[in-house]
């Protein structure tokens, strides 16, 4: 039997997506599953965006351009304007989905062998990417006794040698809630400058920022214009996961061509979420609001929660929707694995993330799990419950 690639055999299972095998099993069962593990918001996309896709008028359904339709890329100059980021329509190119434009980001600005350094834990996916690439993440690794905080710019700056290409920010955070500060990012910028890097950040939860600070993006720091390539979607901040739209946006207008080959090659983004997404960029105020509203009483409701179980502890996130919880258990995977095999409470149980899979060398994040706050909140309500029953019994046992 011929033996796969050395590519495939190195890239990692989703720490997200890898135990759904285990929780159909469990609902074949007859068990209630909270689903706590995957960034699948349960709000109610824009009705701006129902509307046009039930009143699509097209007798064919044909190719877009490969840097999607300008129409489009017209209307999310206006979005950006209303955070202050200043792009022209000929800066954006439409992607299927926020992971094709780290995707093309990677494969665009990475050569087999390159290094990018990441704050850990970081979104999962990142590293199947840079593997794709041929690239290596190095981590630099916060902790949760500070919040996650970004580390000391020293820290990013030890791990700068001549394989260096770029550095990786999620800002506000995917998997942690961390916030980056404008001091933090004038940190990196001046990183970024001295060195002749690329800056890669990752802005898809823009909306979501519950303190004071300001959000700052990478696109608002003066003097590294042409080495940011900032990533987006439209999947969280509309509900729009399924409709695969998002966008690489960057003034440098080699990447930004050489981005639009690698376009070219796999022809275009969806049209149909093309025309979903122009449309609901026309929701009312008071649609992102009420979202808004409703995160942060989830966010207040899980985290208050999860810090009255025993031996638990969640930082406050200050941003998208998310929170890595420290449990007292002794191993994340086989914890969350045996919610859905082992374990169920009046006949349900709860599904999170191991945090294990959020970081680069699997050893860190044992006792942590990452937990998406997508449920109403008496339903999370209930999910934590379940879960301090789960650590009972799993305590219990081992």
């Not at 050395?6 to 469990?26: F, G, N």
């Not at 999620?170 to 004038?186: A, D, I, S, V």
């Not at 959000?215 to 720091?221: F, G, K, N, Q």
């Amino acid at each position: 039997m011929p033996r796969i690639s050395d590519r495939a055999e190195v890239m990692p299972a989703s720490p997200i997506r890898k135990l759904v095998p285990l929780a159909d099993a469990a609902k074949a069962r007859g068990v209630k599953v909270y689903h706590l593990n995957i960034g699948q918001p349960d709000l109610p996309t824009p009705q701006e965006g129902l509307d046009a896709l039930k009143n699509i008028d097209r007798h064919i359904l044909e190719y877009s351009p490969s840097e999607g339709y300008r129409s489009l890329r017209e209307k999310m100059v206006s979005y950006y304007d209303r955070y202050g980021i200043s792009v022209t329509p000929d800066d954006i190119i439409v992607t299927t989905g926020g992971s094709e434009a780290v995707m093309m980001a990677f494969m665009t600005c990475l050569n087999p062998g390159d290094e990018i350094i990441v704050p850990e834990p970081t979104y999962a996916n990142y590293m199947s990417f840079a593997i794709s690439a041929g690239a290596v993440v190095r981590p630099v690794r916060s902790t949760i006794e500070n919040g996650f905080a970004l580390p000391s710019v020293e820290s990013f700056e030890t791990l700068i040698n001549e394989k260096t290409r770029g550095i990786l920010i999620c800002n506000p955070n995917n998997p942690t809630g961390y916030l980056y500060t404008r001091e933090e990012l004038e940190k990196i910028r001046d990183l970024v400058k001295r060195y002749d890097l690329y800056l890669f950040s990752d802005e898809v939860y823009r909306e979501y920022v519950y303190t004071d600070l300001p959000y700052v993006s990478a696109c608002h720091l003066e003097g590294i214009e042409e080495n940011v390539i900032m990533m987006d979607s439209v999947s969280k901040r509309y509900s729009e996961c399924g409709i695969r739209i998002g966008a690489l946006i960057t003034k440098n207008k080699s990447v930004h061509d050489a981005v639009l080959k690698m376009c070219q090659a796999r022809l275009s983004p969806p049209l149909v979420g093309q025309i979903v997404a122009e449309a609901s960029i026309d929701a009312p105020k008071e649609y992102i609001d009420n979202i808004y509203h409703e995160y942060v009483e989830r966010r207040n409701c899980l985290v208050e929660g999860l810090n009255k179980i025993p031996g638990v502890y969640s930082p406050m996130p200050m941003g998208a929707f998310y929170t890595i919880a420290r449990l007292p258990i002794d191993d994340c995977d086989k914890f969350c694995a045996w919610c859905l095999t082992d374990f169920e409470y009046e006949g349900e149980t709860v599904m999170t993330a191991p945090a294990s899979g959020f970081y680069s060398d699997r050893s860190h994040g044992r006792n942590e799990v990452r937990i998406a706050y997508v449920l109403k909140r008496e339903k999370l309500e209930r999910a934590l419950f379940i879960l301090e029953k789960a650590l009972e019994a799993y305590n219990a046992k081992h």
